[in-house]
């Protein structure tokens, strides 16, 4: 069965860094795109980054391109997230995803904490 | 990249019916059948529900269907349960590359 395992999550001070990684397992990991999406505290889905089977096409919402990187290593079947320049907003519960057809994400991991604060 | 529309509350009694609404716009709902609707309880993680507008993934009761017309999506649960009770989020692809939610609707099972 498919599952995504985040980690790497926890407290960083504003304007630091931190890099995400979401493990697979139960599928063909270079098949398919991943997404991350996140959910600060109390609030709705917002969905982040989107990167295509073979890494070589990364898309990014408005509000985190320029700071977030999303990056695949199809060889350990993982997902990462380089987090630059972190501010109190990026507060969230990150969660990977895995892709359907450009359509839709069909498998969540549990999501991982991320807290900004000095 | 605005968020989809959704009312923050709906609820219904054991047994019967309520929809939540979705609306969007031809740059998202109305251009692309790539609808999809996911049920988040408290403190989990979100689950697919319905995909592609009408379709259900293996394991969700068929209580749950989805439709569309126009620039608004729609999600109906027939037969309310009380295990029913949670969020409800859609989601669309957009014609920037890009996907987006909605804002989220608390269900009720009173």
């Known amino acids: 069965q498919v599952q995504l395992v985040e980690s790497g999550g926890g407290v960083v001070q504003p304007g630091g860094s931190l890099r995400l990684s979401c493990a697979a397992s139960?599928?063909?990991?270079?098949?398919?795109?991943m997404h991350w999406v996140r959910q600060a505290p109390g609030k709705g889905l917002e969905w982040l980054a989107f990167?295509?089977?073979?890494?070589?096409?990364?898309y990014y919402a408005d509000s985190v391109k320029g700071r977030f990187t999303i990056s695949r290593d199809n060889s350990k079947n993982t997902l990462y997230l380089q987090m630059n320049s972190l501010r109190a907003e990026d507060t969230a519960v990150y969660y990977c995803?895995?892709?359907?057809?450009?359509?839709?994400?069909?498998?969540w991991g549990q999501g991982t904490l991320v807290i900004v604060s000095s | 990249q605005s968020a989809l529309t959704q009312p923050p509350s709906v609820s219904g009694s054991p047994g019967q019916s309520v929809t939540i609404s979705c609306t969007g716009t031809?740059?998202?709902?109305?251009?692309?059948?790539?609808v999809s609707w996911y049920q988040q309880p408290p403190g989990t993680a979100p689950k697919l529900m319905i995909y592609e507008v009408t379709n259900r993934p293996s394991g969700v009761p068929d209580r749950f269907s989805g439709s569309k017309s126009g620039n608004t999506a729609s999600l109906t649960i027939s037969g309310l349960q009380a295990e029913d009770e949670a969020d409800y989020y859609c989601g669309s692809y957009t014609s920037s590359t890009t996907w987006v939610f909605g804002g989220g609707t608390k269900l009720t099972v009173l």
């Open positions: 990167i295509r089977p073979d890494g070589n096409d990364k």
């Open positions: 995803a895995k892709d359907l057809r450009w359509s839709h994400f069909d498998h």
């Open positions: 031809s740059s998202d709902v109305g251009s692309y059948n790539r």
């Open positions: 139960g599928f063909t990991f270079s098949s398919f795109g």
